[in-house]
């Protein structure tokens, strides 16, 4: 039954190639959540020392911003695209496609969408915060929290990149390599600026 | 007893499904059957499709509703085959 409702949905989601629409959202709010992250971290590393809890806060704060940002924003959009497609599908066929799985798909993709760009960038800044969050639990880092924050920042961007390249067919360190050229440029600047 | 061993019809559907997706799922309506299905004609959004299904004991609802679930429309019968079978 479990595995009829998947194939279903999976059908579903390949009608109006949302599953393409949603991997390109996943980079790219998931890219967003990260870099902001890195900022936030970058920031409090070159302002006076703030209590760990308070940058948790900050980060979490900015973490919710984007995870509903990113499902609004998303909703939306692609609820208005969708619905547009769909009307020009139906003007197509001069028949009535209400009850059609193109009539669902329009329905639940937006959704779907929408809960990717969310938990993207929600995922990518709870992964950063996770030092910060332990060493506030009371465990002992081998790194001061805020540097492994950066350094897990880094690492994925740089995988994000990576998945970017395999899916792309191209190599995928050149492609991780370019990402990490964007945060480490964003880092410069940051240290330039602040 | 009346039995439908052919159907030609003339469909219009969206590009996607694509024809296998299309062919199988109206197969997939019914216990035996099967399928010929032939790109007639494409346009920007559709197809036009002559689809022959051939079964045991052929149900023209349950291959309608498959083709309208694909999200498209029968726009004619052009052929049957229907035989007068006496069980014994």
């Known amino acids: ?194 | 007893m009346l039995r439908t061993k052919q159907l030609v019809l003339d469909v219009l559907k969206p590009h996607k499904p694509d024809v296998l997706e299309f062919a199988r799922a109206i197969a997939a309506s019914g216990p035996d059957y099967r399928v010929q299905l032939t790109v007639i004609e494409m346009d920007d959004k559709t197809e036009t499709l002559q689809i022959i299904v051939d079964g045991a004991d052929l149900q023209l609802d349950s291959i309608i509703a498959a083709i309208h679930e694909m999200g498209g429309s029968l726009h004619s019968v052009d052929g049957v085959n229907v035989s007068n079978e006496h069980s014994d």
């Not at chain 1, 760990?52 to 509903?68: D, F, Q, S, T, Y």
């Open chain 1, 1 to 194: 039954m479990a595995e009829g409702f998947f194939r279903r949905a999976w059908r579903l989601i390949q009608l109006n190639r949302s599953h393409v629409i949603a991997r390109r959202y996943f980079v790219v709010n998931g890219f967003d959540g990260a870099l902001t992250m890195l900022g936030l971290l970058l920031g409090f590393s070159l302002s006076t020392p703030s209590d760990p809890a308070v940058v948790l806060a900050a980060c979490l704060g900015a973490a919710i911003a984007l995870a509903m940002s990113g499902f609004s924003s998303a909703y939306i959009s692609e609820s208005a695209e969708r619905q547009l497609e769909f009307r020009q599908l139906q003007d197509s066929m001069i028949s009535d496609l209400r009850d059609s799985a193109h009539a669902r798909a329009s329905r639940w993709s937006p959704l779907l969408i929408a809960a990717v760009n969310s938990l993207s960038p929600l995922l990518m800044s709870l992964l950063i915060m996770l030092p910060l969050w332990l060493t506030e639990r009371g465990y002992a880092l081998p790194l001061e929290p805020l540097l492994a924050g950066i350094a897990i920042a880094f690492g994925l961007i740089f995988l994000l990149g990576a998945f970017l390249g395999v899916i792309s067919g191209t190599f995928w360190l050149w492609s991780g390599l370019k990402t990490l050229a964007v945060a480490t440029i964003t880092t410069l600047a940051i240290y330039a600026f602040v």
